[in-house]
Structure formats: structure tokens, C-alpha cells
Nanobody, 125 residues
């Protein structure tokens, strides 16, 4: 699966932003798509994920209540709606796709086989 992430930018704390991830195809069974982020000097961390067919979602505690993941099946596109952004949300955001992930695996980048190029989100205070 080829993934293309977009929508990053420079915003102020408290602002909102929507990231998009367009996938070349989503016809795989048990497809899971997710968002990860990597801040300067830090390891890549899980943000949110969604089971493509069922719509089941998973989110990191740090973004619960602020970020919402969704997908548009007709457009083969996943979104990350980010509200109440904080300076600590500053990072490069990557979208990823994996197949056959069990619930405990969706939080770990090593289980995702396909990655987009990343889009930079900068939140100023």
C-alpha cells in the first residue's frame, strides 16, 4: 500500500488541524491504518489507529478527547482531526498501514508494513 500524508503546518496552541492520508488501495482484509508521530530527539510514538472495515478506533491517552481518527472508504483516505493542539504535539506525523493486527499490536510501529512520508505539525505557544 502506498500512503501519502498531508495537512501539516504551523499553528498556534489551541488551534485545530486535520491531517489526511490517502492510500493507493484498501481492499486488504483486516486492514488497520494508524497515525504515529516523532518529535525531535524522541522515538516514534503511537497516536491513533482505525480498523478499516469495522471502524474500530484506538487512541493514545495523550490525545484522547482532542484527536479523532476517521476514514472515508470511498476516497481511500484516513483523517486525523486534531483539536486543542499543544506545543508538545509538535512532531512529524506519519500514517501507516498494517494487516491482520490484533488489538494489542496496533499500538506498535513495528507491526505496520507500509508508511507514508510524514507531514510536519508545529504548534507554537
Amino acid at each position: 500500500v502506498q500512503l501519502q500524508a498531508s495537512g501539516g503546518g504551523l499553528v498556534q496552541a489551541g488551534d485545530s488541524l486535520r491531517l489526511s492520508c490517502a492510500a493507493s488501495k484498501t481492499t486488504f482484509g483486516r486492514l488497520v491504518m494508524g497515525w504515529f508521530r516523532q518529535a525531535p530527539g524522541k522515538e516514534r510514538e503511537f497516536v491513533s489507529a482505525i480498523r478499516w472495515n469495522e471502524g474500530t478506533t484506538y487512541s493514545a491517552e495523550s490525545v484522547k478527547g482532542r484527536f479523532t481518527i476517521s476514514r472515508d472508504k470511498a476516497k481511500n483516505t484516513m483523517y486525523l482531526h486534531m483539536n486543542s493542539l499543544k506545543p508538545e504535539d509538535t512532531a512529524v506525523y506519519y500514517c501507516a498501514a498494517g494487516r491482520g493486527l490484533i488489538t494489542s499490536s496496533v499500538y506498535y510501529s513495528r507491526y505496520y508494513g507500509d508508511w507514508g512520508q510524514g507531514t510536519l505539525v508545529t504548534v507554537s505557544s
